[in-house]
Structure formats: structure tokens, C-alpha cells
């Protein structure tokens, strides 16, 4: 399958100031080091705590942040990528042939034109459509805007009606505000307003967390009629698994800026690896009054600070399983299984005492 976005060693810090001064003294290191691949035509979901860096990674893949460390390859042949690679481990300053590779592949070194070019192919969806419409522009203005911003030849009005209906709407919400709208529907403007330049990819972030449940299973429906007729691929942001479950072919779960497990969706239910993987798993409610389930893993302590994170492993303060080299040394992100990708010293093995029986199982409509 055909790798359309990479990330690799990806960082983005935020400068924390102090001081008379407002001198830097010190950085959030929201994501530290990520490497991450989405395949053409799927459905990639990123899950985790809030404040683990997932809609910070979304923000900086699609440039809204400017990127601290890394790569961002977008469509880019695993030649040119190799050789970047190779160029990096062989020089200590940047040769020649390197940065103009970079210049011209990385789209976290991308300025200007560049960089608007990149924004047709990869659009987001926000997680509240409240703020993220513009309360004083109608719907025709709020979707046919990308298409004047990225100069779209034709007749706007038409092809604003047909993005109307794509997401289930029409020409009778065309001179609404977003005020007049329930939050479904607002979402839905929002889907079209990121369909409007006709891109390959979607960066969701959390797109149906702030609505009713009813509403959501219409939201998740639609995206995935949009994937299927317009193959397009999603990056789906989301800190609920059972969603992930519906919506996602692979899952990547990050745990303080970092990636920590990354599979496929189906295997992370039956034999995830990593004690934070299992801890979220079994955390899932049970739909059911008189469901007793399997006890939950409780995860000590509160989440670390991003800005002095733990030394080695991130999640060793908190994880049952901890021991001397845990806190050490951060163990890397490595296949351990077919696609299954794990970052722990001692990945969770099938039958290991303390591993869930929860977790095995996915939760009905799955
Ligand atoms: Fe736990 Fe150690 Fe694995 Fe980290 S490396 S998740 S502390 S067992």
C-alpha cells in the first residue's frame, strides 16, 4: 500500500517565557519525535489523553504550527526519502544536496506558494463548528471563500450548491448564518468548506466530540460515504476509542507527545501491547446496567508534565510493569508484529497476568 503522508522524528515545542525580560526558559514539548505514516485511501486514527499532543501533531502536519524538528513527506517516493535519511546520518551540517532535497520535499521547510499548493491536498476539520465558522458570514461565503482563496475557475455558486448536497444540505441554507444551524448541521457546513478545493486528505480533529451521540453516528456516517466516493484518506483524531473502532482501519496511540502503539484497529482489541494501550482499553464503559465486566486497570498518578517530561519511558511513573531500565532509557518505536509497532521495553504478551480480558474484546458494533 502507497504511503501518502510520513512524519518522521517530528517535534513542536512551545518556548515557555519568564522574566522581566520574557526571556525563553524553557519549552512544552507537545510532540517529541514522531514518526508516523498514513496509506493512501485509508483511515488512520490517533488516540490519547487530553493534552497527549494529538491535535498539536494534526495542527503542525497541516503547517497551522510551524514545525520545531523533522520531516513531513506528503506523497514523496521511498527513494528521495532514504537518501534524505542517509545524507542526515552521514553529515553533521547540512550539505548542499540535502537542503535542497528538504527545500523541495519537506513540506515542513514549504513557504508561500508552496505551502498553499499543500492546502488543497490536506484540509481539517475542527472539533467545535461553533468557532470555527465565521458567525458573520453566510454559508455561501463561509464555503465558496477556500474557492476564491485558492482561485477555483468557475461558477462559485454552483459548485458551493453541489458541496451543499454532497454533505446532505441544500440550496435553501445557502444565505443562513452559522448561528441558525443546529451543531450537525454546523458540522456539516464545516465538512464542506474543507471539501471545497477537492483535497486528497483530512486531517479530523475530534469532529463529532462536541455533539449529541444521535448526531455523531450521522456525522461518522458521513464521513465514511465521503472516504468511499471520493477516496479520500483521513488522519481521525479522536480520544474515544469506540469511535475509533467504526471509523479507523490502523490506530496510533500517543501517550505525552510520543507514539506509543501503532496497528491495526482489530489488533489493538485483541492483543494490545502496551500497558498504556491496555489501561485505555479497559476503560471503555460497558453499555450495559448489568454488565458487571472485568476490572479496570487504574493508571496511578497523573499524567507528567509535557514540559519536564520523565526520563526514559514516558509512562513509567505510571505503569504497573515498570522496572529498573524503564526509567532509563526511552525505549523506541519498533515492530514487534506484523504492522504492529510498539514502544515499551516489555510489550504485554497474551495470557500475562494483569492484562485485561476487557481489553480482548471489542465493544459491541465494533
Ligand atoms: Fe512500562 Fe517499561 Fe514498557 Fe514503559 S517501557 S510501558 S515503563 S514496561
Redesign the pocket.
Known amino acids: 500500500m502507497k504511503t501518502l503522508l510520513e512524519t518522521k522524528n517530528l517535534k513542536k515545542y512551545f518556548p515557555v517565557t519568564g522574566g522581566v525580560f520574557k526571556r525563553k526558559i524553557d519549552d512544552v514539548k507537545a510532540v517529541d519525535g514522531v514518526d508516523l505514516k498514513i496509506n493512501e485511501g485509508e483511515c488512520l486514527g490517533l488516540v490519547g489523553e487530553s493534552g497527549c499532543g494529538k491535535t498539536t501533531l494534526g495542527k503542525t502536519i497541516m503547517r497551522l504550527n510551524d514545525p520545531t524538528k523533522g520531516h513531513i513527506f506528503y506523497n514523496v517516493s521511498e527513494e528521495i526519502k532514504q537518501e534524505i535519511e542517509e545524507l542526515e546520518k552521514k553529515e553533521n551540517s547540512k550539505s548542499r544536496r540535502l537542503f535542497e532535497l528538504e527545500e523541495k520535499y519537506c513540506l515542513a521547510e514549504f513557504e508561500g506558494n508552496r505551502l498553499k499548493k499543500m492546502r488543497e491536498k490536506i484540509q481539517m476539520v475542527f472539533q467545535d463548528p461553533a468557532s470555527s465558522l465565521n458567525p458573520r458570514m453566510l454559508v455561501k461565503s463561509i464555503i465558496g471563500e477556500p474557492l476564491a482563496v485558492h482561485g477555483y475557475e468557475g461558477d462559485n455558486r454552483e459548485r458551493v450548491l453541489d458541496l451543499l448536497q454532497e454533505v446532505g444540505l441544500g440550496g435553501e441554507h445557502l444565505y443562513r448564518y452559522p448561528h441558525e444551524f443546529s451543531g450537525g448541521q454546523r458540522q456539516r457546513i464545516a465538512i464542506a468548506r474543507a471539501l471545497a478545493v477537492d483535497p486528497e486528505m483530512l486531517v479530523l480533529d475530534e469532529p463529532t466530540s462536541a455533539l449529541d451521540v444521535s448526531v455523531q453516528a450521522q456525522i461518522l456516517n458521513l464521513l465514511k460515504r465521503l472516504q468511499d466516493e471520493l477516496g479520500l484518506t483521513y488522519l481521525f483524531i479522536t480520544h474515544d476509542l469506540t469511535v475509533a473502532d467504526y471509523m479507523c482501519d490502523r490506530i496510533a496511540v500517543m501517550y505525552l507527545g510520543r507514539i506509543?502503539e501503532q496497528t491495526r484497529m482489530e489488533k489493538l482489541f485483541e492483543s494490545p501491547m502496551?500497558?498504556?494501550t491496555d489501561a485505555l482499553l479497559s476503560s471503555i464503559p460497558i453499555p450495559d446496567p448489568k454488565a458487571r465486566g472485568e476490572e479496570i486497570t487504574l493508571i496511578e498518578g497523573e499524567v507528567p508534565s509535557p514540559r519536564n517530561p520523565p526520563s526514559?519511558?514516558?509512562?513509567?511513573p505510571r505503569?504497573?510493569?515498570?522496572?529498573e531500565?524503564?526509567?532509563q532509557k526511552y525505549?523506541p518505536l519498533e515492530e514487534v508484529d506484523e504492522g504492529h509497532y510498539v514502544?515499551?521495553?516489555?510489550?504485554l504478551e497474551d495470557g500475562r497476568e494483569g492484562l485485561t480480558a476487557k481489553s480482548k474484546e471489542r465493544p459491541e458494533g465494533g
Do not use: Q
Not at 312 to 316: L, M, N, Q, S, V
Not at 319 to 323: D, E, T, V
Not at 343 to 347: D, F, L, M, N, V
Open positions: 506509543v502496551h500497558p498504556y526514559g519511558c514516558r509512562f513509567h505503569c504497573p510493569y515498570a522496572k531500565k524503564c526509567g525505549p514502544s515499551c521495553w516489555y510489550p
